[in-house]
């Protein structure tokens, strides 16, 4: 009887299945990432390029919430700094001072655009995605250009976004499926960049 | 010998649910980033007038607790420095970092930037997150003393009830202190005086 009453207690076979389908859920990722599509890349082709193109240093930086994430910074700095290179906006690209000293600071934050995003992921979980679920986030990319014949900086922003939806959730509208997160940010981070060196070569101030 | 199965079995679960646990939760020394210059500060220092300057020893100011060096603690995680596990080397390096990207780093500079690290907290409590930083700056040249001063930041920010969020938000703020506190001392007029070529 004692025996008996223990085991109805402490089912070995059903904790161990509560605790595999808990731990799929937290560790599969059972999200998709879309891209936003009202942000798209500007051709290189279509930048109107300097006369006279001067060499720039490059600061890039990531932020989450206005606050440095450098693991961030260090995924996306080869990207960024490839794009600006091949911008053919600048003479020569280098993250130490150059002559003239001209700076280029490209930022780019991300800004919770879904609030209370933990309680949607959370609800999803518990109902096994049944209720599903999207969550934006967004994303501000400012570039500063400074130089020795300006001493106020030429700023351009643009904005973009990336949606994830989580459990038996349609596609966002306006939004391109990425194979991957990290594909998601790759795209996005190169077509908000193009935008915002577009704008900058734009700019009247501009060599 | 069921019951006793059965207390192992329950043993057993639990040191799983506490390792899963401490997996999910991120129990760990998660170091510091490598320094980021920032335009703004390297603007500040080549508008200070300052000329080629070396940053000397940054270390724990005298008589403060070794820990305020060694690491600050985040629900359970910790973070630490990934120079000599010292945060006052970490703020040395960071001011390294916004000198050298202005082109005024020169290590054989009679001009010789110290640091003292005086206060260092982080607090990723539920609702609000806080942290602070300070230290003694001193400014030498040869001999001559031209600069001691103690210099604090703070932050306060929305920390999430999810460690998950929270950590990561915490950290990165706390790192965004060290650039904020370079940023005062460069835009310090009496540092500025102090430095002039």
């Known amino acids: 009887m004692v025996n008996g009453l223990a085991a109805s207690r402490f089912n070995p076979r059903h904790w161990a299945r509560q605790v595999l389908l808990l731990a799929t859920l937290a560790l599969s990722g059972c999200a998709t990432h879309y891209v936003d599509s009202n942000t798209k890349e500007v051709p290189v082709a279509d930048y109107k ?5 001067k060499p720039v240093q490059l600061l890039f930086e990531f932020q989450t ?8 910074t260090d995924f996306l700095k080869a990207q960024v700094s490839d794009q600006v290179k091949t911008s053919g906006l600048f003479s020569a690209v280098d993250d130490k001072p150059v002559a003239g000293g001209a700076l280029l600071s490209v930022t780019l934050n991300n800004v919770p655009l879904t609030d209370d995003l933990f309680t949607k992921g959370f609800v999803t979980g518990l109902t096994f995605g ?8 967004g994303y501000v990319c400012t570039v500063k250009y400074v130089d020795a014949g300006h001493a106020d900086p030429i700023v351009k922003m643009a904005r973009h976004a990336i949606h994830t939806t989580m459990g038996a959730s349609g596609a ?10 990290t594909a998601a940010i ?8 193009s935008q ?10 501009f060599p | 010998m069921n019951i006793t199965m059965n207390k192992i079995l329950r043993r057993a679960f639990s040191a799983f649910s506490l390792v899963g646990l401490a997996v999910l939760t991120g129990c760990a020394a998660v170091p510091l980033g490598t320094p980021i210059a ?3 500060n390297i603007q500040s220092a080549k508008s200070a007038g300052l000329g080629p300057t070396a940053v000397g020893e940054f270390k724990l100011a005298t008589g403060k607790d070794a820990r305020i060096d060694k690491e600050v603690g985040i629900r359970g995680s910790t973070v630490v420095s990934p120079y000599g596990q010292s945060l006052a080397a970490y703020l040395g390096e960071t001011l390294k970092t916004e000198l050298a990207a202005a082109g005024l780093l020169d290590a054989a500079s009679t001009t010789v930037i110290k640091g003292f690290l005086t206060e260092s907290t982080l607090d990723a409590g539920i609702g609000e997150g806080k942290g602070s930083l300070a230290a003694r700056f001193v400014v030498v040249r040869g001999s001559d003393t031209r600069y001691d001063k103690e210099l604090r930041v703070n932050a306060v920010w929305e920390s999430s009830f999810v460690g998950a969020v929270a950590i990561p938000t915490a950290r990165n703020e706390y790192t965004l202190l060290y650039r904020k506190l370079v940023g005062m001392l460069l835009a310090d007029p009496e540092f500025r005086k102090a430095v002039a070529r």
């Not at chain 1, 390029?49 to 193109?53: I, L, S």
């Not at chain 1, 919430?65 to 961030?72: L, V, Y």
């Not at chain 1, 209720?131 to 986030?137: K, M």
């Not at chain 1, 966002?172 to 997160?181: E, L, R």
């Open chain 1, 65 to 72: 919430r206005g606050a440095i994430n450098t693991r961030a």
């Open chain 2, 38 to 40: 920032s335009m703004e």
């Open chain 1, 186 to 193: 790759n795209v996005m981070t190169r077509q908000i960049v």
């Open chain 1, 49 to 53: 390029k300097p006369v006279n193109a």
């Open chain 1, 130 to 137: 049944l209720a599903g679920s999207t969550v934006s986030d």
């Open chain 1, 196 to 205: 915002v060196l577009n704008d900058l070569a734009q700019d009247p101030a």
């Open chain 1, 172 to 181: 966002p509208p306006n939004a391109i499926k990425a194979d991957s997160v």
